[in-house]
């Protein structure tokens, strides 16, 4: 069993729906990372949390550390927003270990 | 100017050749890691530094070598490279363990 799960791995939505991607994680850790990656290939750190929720724009990010879970909420979804979101946590060597990504299309 | 560059940005080479791809970064960063990503798999780790003097071993070491030349340049080698080695290669930096990781724009490498 991978040590994070996302789900899910694939999602298409309209352009102006709600979204929500979610990560489950099965091992102690000191934060979690949600990360983009662009149809380019690059990647950039959306947050970093370690409780609670942060907001950023039109992305939320949440974490429930006793159900070790976490979700990415995208608002008013626009078709920029297609790529590929990746879910990573820093376990207790320091490490990230990532999830294999929720790919995203929002179609027009 | 990106803060992490990565050079090639493609590569094609041939089985048993030895390859080397390098990561530059502006930021200053202490902390620098070398990450293979494969279709339909997370992002592993290969190697990473905490500073110029300290090399660390990741998931997915074998095959592959680094050498930290100094804080901002952290290289990969291939002694011999191996189709299996085909991938996306992504170099990142941090400023500390607990801090956001900045990545390049990564390397796409074929071993035919």
């Known amino acids: 069993k991978n040590e994070v799960e996302q789900s899910p791995q694939n999602l298409t939505a309209q352009e102006g729906e709600f979204i929500t991607i979610n990560c489950s994680y099965s091992?102690?850790?000191?934060?979690l990372h949600w990360l983009q990656q662009h149809p380019g290939g690059g990647i950039v750190s959306l947050f970093m949390?370690?409780?609670g929720k942060k907001k950023h724009g039109r992305l939320i990010a949440t974490i429930n550390i006793q159900e070790k879970h976490s979700s990415l909420h995208i608002t008013a979804s626009h078709p920029r927003d297609s790529a590929v979101y990746i879910c990573?946590?820093?376990?207790?060597?320091?490490?990230?270990?990532f999830g294999k990504g929720t790919k995203l299309s929002v179609k027009p | 100017d990106a803060d992490v560059t990565q050079t090639p940005r493609n590569r094609i080479t041939k089985t048993g050749k030895r390859i080397m791809l390098e990561c530059s970064q502006t930021?200053?960063?202490?902390?620098m890691y070398w990450y293979r990503q494969d279709p339909g798999l997370g992002l592993q780790l290969i190697y990473y530094?905490?500073?110029?003097?300290?090399?660390n071993k990741g998931e997915i070491s074998d095959g592959y070598s680094v050498s930290r030349q100094a804080q901002a340049k952290f290289s990969l080698s291939l002694e011999s490279a191996i189709p299996n080695q085909t991938a996306l290669y992504f170099c990142?930096?941090?400023?500390?363990?607990?801090?956001?990781?900045?990545f390049g724009p990564g390397t796409r490498l074929l071993v035919l």
């Open positions: 949390l370690s409780s």
């Open positions: 091992v102690g850790i000191s934060a």
């Open positions: 990142a930096t941090s400023e500390g363990p607990q801090e956001t990781q900045y």
């Open positions: 530094s905490f500073d110029v003097k300290d090399i």
């Open positions: 990573a946590v820093r376990g207790s060597q320091g490490n990230l270990i």
């Open positions: 930021k200053g960063h202490d902390r």
